[in-house]
């Protein structure tokens, strides 16, 4: 029903071809073994930090910018993540690190599984790959339970974004980390909950169920929760060569949140 629904509002904005070439092209791909795929796209132009596959190409898949890697199927925001992890002078290695991965990503898994394995934990409502069915707006956890709380492309999804903010900073430690990743449109973020029509989500908020198009504003909404921000781009740890060499796209951000203790959210619980 949900690809139908894709299809639907592709066809009212006049994108269907593309999605549906881009649809089959997909299933048929990633239907391939690995071994066959890394095999049909070896190449010396690109290459994939996530698998170490070197690379003719990253297909364009269901829209233009979304660059999947035709192996392991990191897009650009998940390269740019493990990058990152890899580069960063952050305490991730530190033993019994406790982490809480929302909507979690196979690209992004892996290398959180490898940091902590038996204290890594996946949370959901819908997918049921995650170990956890869970609704960020009421996360079954007391205070304090995460070191490392990672959210990628999630908030513009969730009705009462700050109630989630607010969950994130009631079960993360002390001197944890909260990552945060949404697409950025603009200056001001656009939010009306009068919209209920897919296409109409599509044009306003970018994707048929966004709620809201964030703007440059997003990280005074964090801040707004309790929250310090430390705005991260894929520059500032990596060369123009090795973003384009790994397809990362530029105006990617990735938002490092810790607990201000000199502030409580705005509307504490």
């Known amino acids: ?18 999605r549906l070439f881009s649809f089959l092209f997909a299933k048929i791909l990633f239907s391939l073994p690995r071994t066959w795929r890394a095999r049909l796209f ?19 898949l269901f829209r233009p910018y979304h660059r999947w890697c035709p192996v392991c199927k990191s897009l650009a925001r998940h390269r740019f993540v493990w990058i990152y992890f890899q580069r960063a002078k952050i305490p991730i290695h530190r033993k019994n690190l406790r982490i809480l991965h929302i909507a979690p990503e196979d690209a992004i898994r892996d ?18 790959n995650a170990m956890e069915k869970m609704d960020i707006c009421a996360i079954d956890y007391p205070e304090n339970s ?3 709380i990672f959210c990628s492309h999630v908030l513009e999804h969730v009705d ?14 002390s001197e944890g980390l909260l990552m945060l990743m949404v697409p950025i449109f603009g200056e001001k973020t656009i939010q009306d909950s009068s919209v209920t029509d897919p296409a109409e989500r599509e044009r306003l ?36 060569e090795e973003v384009r060499r790994q397809q990362l ?11 201000n203790h000199s502030s409580a959210p705005c509307n504490s619980w």
């Open 1 to 18: 029903m949900n690809n139908f629904k894709r299809l639907f509002t592709a066809y009212r904005s006049g994108h269907l071809f593309y």
């Open 42 to 60: 070896r190449g010396d132009k690109y290459y994939c930090p996530v698998c170490g596959s070197h690379l003719s190409s990253f297909p364009p």
């Open 111 to 128: 290398l959180f599984y490898s940091i902590s394995k038996s204290h890594y934990i996946s949370g959901d409502l819908y997918d049921k």
């Open 146 to 148: 995460f070191d490392l």
């Open 160 to 173: 009462d974004d700050r109630q989630a903010l607010r969950e994130f900073h009631r079960v993360l430690s």
């Open 205 to 240: 908020f970018g994707q048929l169920d966004h709620v809201r198009a964030y703007g440059n504003d997003f990280v005074d909404i964090v801040v707004g929760e309790g929250f310090e921000v430390e705005t991260i781009r894929p520059s500032d740890f990596a060369t123009t």
């Open 249 to 259: 796209d530029v105006q990617d951000r990735l938002f490092v949140c810790k607990k």
